[in-house]
């Protein structure tokens, strides 16, 4: 089969013929990739910055296709059904923290950028059918992620004004679009003029480019403070989060993308009864309910950036270079 190998850090991914995922174990399935999806997780990897790296190694942790082989009668239903997959491994019993042994489809495990991949059959759930294939790719470790932390770590109501940082970012377009289905007001925060009002034509109530000097305070002026941020960012930027906290606000933060914070002031923290709450990926219990919110609200996710297999190192650049808006996806048939 067709796949994108990344065999060496701070290389090009190759695409190469690999052999097919074959012996199924008990409780394993075989699925046809249609579409994929990245995640700045598999630029992370291919730079060398991912703990437990081990190469060569098919990436990619997103995907739609067709179950083409099953060995477990409990789920025989999924044969020859278009799924997605959920990439959370082993996240275990407690629903509050993964387990140690929790593990990422894509590395160590080879991921989705392949004609096929090999996973168990817990882990399959249906496309939504208002979704395409191509829609549903985009699917499921962004949309995990943003459902966590908007609504287990966030304990997001309908009525909560909330802020996401980042609207380019793959996660924060997902949170976005889950809080606005949840008929929240958002606002997005971007480096990019062009994606703000990507975002407002998509339903946010506004936004400001982090570049701009005293960008909070443009928020602020409008006496406009937040009871939820969802947050990937970090860096120099992130104290002034603090000051755009309505009491008792959460900060939800799931990435570190420009690095350490660099400055908190404790008593704006404790005066306001503030939040910081750390969140990774999500629990098997999230996804179901996540799968569930996208069926019953119809969510759509809004896709913009297509490549084919052959160009999967455009898509990791466009990712590293920061330009995309929201999920870029690669068609996995040519
Ligand atoms: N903990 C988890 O489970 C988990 C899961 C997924 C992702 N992550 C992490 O979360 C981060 C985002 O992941 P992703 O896949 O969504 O990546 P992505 O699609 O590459 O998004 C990164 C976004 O960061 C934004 N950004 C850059 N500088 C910023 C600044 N100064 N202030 C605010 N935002 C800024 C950019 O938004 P603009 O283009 O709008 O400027 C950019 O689009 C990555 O660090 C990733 O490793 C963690």
């Not at 291919?46 to 190694?57: D, E």
């Not at 377009?173 to 034509?201: C, F, P, R, Y």
């Not at 109530?205 to 000097?213: C, F, L």
């Not at 995309?324 to 068609?331: M, N, R, T």
């Amino acid at each position: 089969m067709k796949a994108v190998v990344l065999n060496d850090i701070n290389k090009d991914v190759e695409i190469q013929t690999c052999i097919n995922p074959d012996i199924l174990n008990s409780g394993e399935a075989i699925v046809k990739l249609l579409y994929a999806a990245l995640n700045h997780r598999d630029v992370w990897i291919q730079k060398g910055k991912y703990a437990s790296i081990k190469l060569p190694v098919i990436l990619g942790s997103d995907g739609c296709g067709e179950v083409v082989e099953i060995n477990d009668i409990s789920c025989s239903h999924f044969l020859s059904k278009k799924v997605i997959i959920n990439p959370g491994m082993n996240w275990g019993p407690n629903a509050t923290f993964q387990s140690k042994e929790f593990s990422i489809l894509g590395m160590p495990t080879d991921g989705t950028f392949a004609e096929f991949v090999k996973v168990q059959t817990k882990y399959l759930y249906e496309k939504p059918e208002h979704l395409t294939d191509l829609e549903a790719a985009a699917i499921p470790l962004a949309g995990v992620t943003a459902y966590r932390a908007l609504f287990t770590q966030g304990n997001c109501s309908n009525g909560q004004r909330i802020l996401v940082t980042g609207i380019g970012g793959g996660v924060a377009l997902w949170a976005m679009q889950l809080a606005i289905a949840n008929g929240n007001d958002v606002w997005v925060t971007s480096g990019d003029d062009e994606k703000i009002e990507q975002a407002i034509a998509l339903g946010a109530k506004g936004g400001v480019n982090y570049n701009n000097e005293k960008w909070w305070e443009e928020l602020q002026k409008q006496n406009l403070f937040f009871d939820i941020i969802i947050e990937s960012a970090c860096g120099k930027n992130f104290e002034k989060l603090i000051d755009l906290c309505n009491p008792a606000a959460k900060i939800v933060l799931y990435g570190g993308t420009l690095g350490d914070i660099e400055k908190l002031i404790p008593a704006k923290i404790f005066w306001k009864q503030i939040s910081i709450i750390g969140s990774t990926m999500g629990s098997d219990i999230d996804f179901k309910n996540m799968m569930q919110f996208i069926n019953d609200k119809k969510v759509k996710p809004f896709i913009k950036h297509v490549y084919n297999l052959n160009d999967a190192q455009k898509a990791m650049d466009l990712m590293n270079n920061g330009n995309q808006f929201g999920k870029i996806i690669l068609k996995i048939e040519e």
